[in-house]
Structures are given as C-alpha cells and as structure tokens.
C-alpha cells in the first residue's frame, strides 16, 4: 500500500495509544492479554486502513478483532478510522498494531488465534518475488503454528494469479481448503462477507473476488 507520508504521524499515533498494542515482550497466548474480554481472537495480518476490521469489530461484539500492518502511517489511518467510529461498537474489542507478519510468531504464541484473516495481500506478481507474498509456504507454516485446533484461516483476493499460488502452496502442504469459490460475491458466503477497502474497489471495477477458507486440524 502506498501512502503520503502522514503529517504528525507520530503524535496522531501517540493520541490513539488505547488502541494499539505495542510488541509484548512475551507472546500473546490468548485474548485477555490485551483485551478486557476472554471472547475469540480474530487476527487480520496486513490491515491496510482498517475498513474490514472496524466492520467485524461492530458485527461481532463478542469477539476480539487485532489488525496488524506493518506501515506505521497506515496503522493510524486504520485507528484514526476506529476512533471516530467507535460508536458503532457495543464491546470494546478493537486493537491495532505495528509490525511485520515475518516476526508474527514474536507476537502471539502457538495455537493462540481463533481465526486468522489475509485480505487483498499484496501479489508480488514477479516469479523471482514469490518468497514475499504472504501465502508462500513459510508464511503459512507460521499463521497455521499460531491458530487453534478447528480454528481458521480466511484469504480473500481480487488477483486470480495469487489465489492459484495460494492452493498451489497449500496442496504441496497437504492441507485441503474446507470453503473455496472464485466469485465470493455471487455466493452464499456472502451473506457475512464483511468488504474491505481493496474488495470495494476491485470489485466496483469488475473483478470476482476469489476467497478460500481452511480449517486448521492439528
Ligand atoms: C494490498 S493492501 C490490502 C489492505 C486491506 N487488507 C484491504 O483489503 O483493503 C496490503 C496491506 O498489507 C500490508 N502488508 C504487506 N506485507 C505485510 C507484512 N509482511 N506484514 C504486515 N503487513 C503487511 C501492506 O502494508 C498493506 O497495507
């Protein structure tokens, strides 16, 4: 995602510290480590400005959304768009933080994540780049080391080049899709789809939009 360096930035950052959470010392192994709630702990990995976690945040009171984006200014587009819609949330149950999904196991702990959610990650379309693309097999081996038995991981796109990549990764790892369509918006799955800012936009343009979701069995 590329951003205008914000202005402020960091006292903007330091005005939303009640929303963000600053890399623990020791990993996070459950929702109470930074929430007032034992509800689930739902994890976005690359939040660009937070549309799709403010959305789920307010559906589902009851479960713990944490946005995490490695660019610093998009985090506090993301929490700046929190703040101000804080009133559509019945639970205070929406944090933000900064960092690189490469380090994710340095901040949550095996088998401490209920859902893991990957949104319009970037495609890296050059083959040589294909280590960078956050469904690349190691990537993978480290969402699926930090979701829960029976818990989820959840990939949407708009870039068909990626989603095959993706099934590919996943098939040479013999893991097998539980939910898969090429036209998320022209099935049934949704009916709970929350869009997120790429979503609108591709989609606005014509592109289906392709989403899998596996179940983690371990
Ligand atoms: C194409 S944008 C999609 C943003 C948002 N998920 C959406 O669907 O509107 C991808 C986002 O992932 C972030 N990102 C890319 N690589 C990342 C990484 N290694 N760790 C954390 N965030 C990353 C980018 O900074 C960018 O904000």
Known sequence: MRMRKKKHGEERLAMLSHLIIEKPGEPIRCARDCFSSDGELHLEVGCGKGGFACGMAAKHPNINFFAFEKIAD????????AESERDMRKNDNLRFAIG???DICEWFAP??????YLNFSDPWPKKK????????????SSFFEIIKDGGY???????????????SELSEMGVVPEILTFDLHNS???????R????????EKGFAINMLAVRVKK
């Open 153 to 167: 991981l959840r990939f949407k796109t708009d870039n068909r080049d990626l989603f095959e990549f993706t099934l």
């Open 196 to 203: 997120t800012e790429y979503e609108r936009n591709f989609s």
């Open 188 to 194: 049934i799955y949704d009916e709970e789809n929350v």
């Open 111 to 116: 088998s401490s994540v209920d859902t893991l």
């Open 100 to 102: 690189d999904a490469k």
């Open 129 to 140: 780049h294909y280590k960078r693309r956050l469904t690349y097999r190691a990537f993978l």
């Open 74 to 81: 998009v985090i506090v587009a993301a929490a700046e768009r």
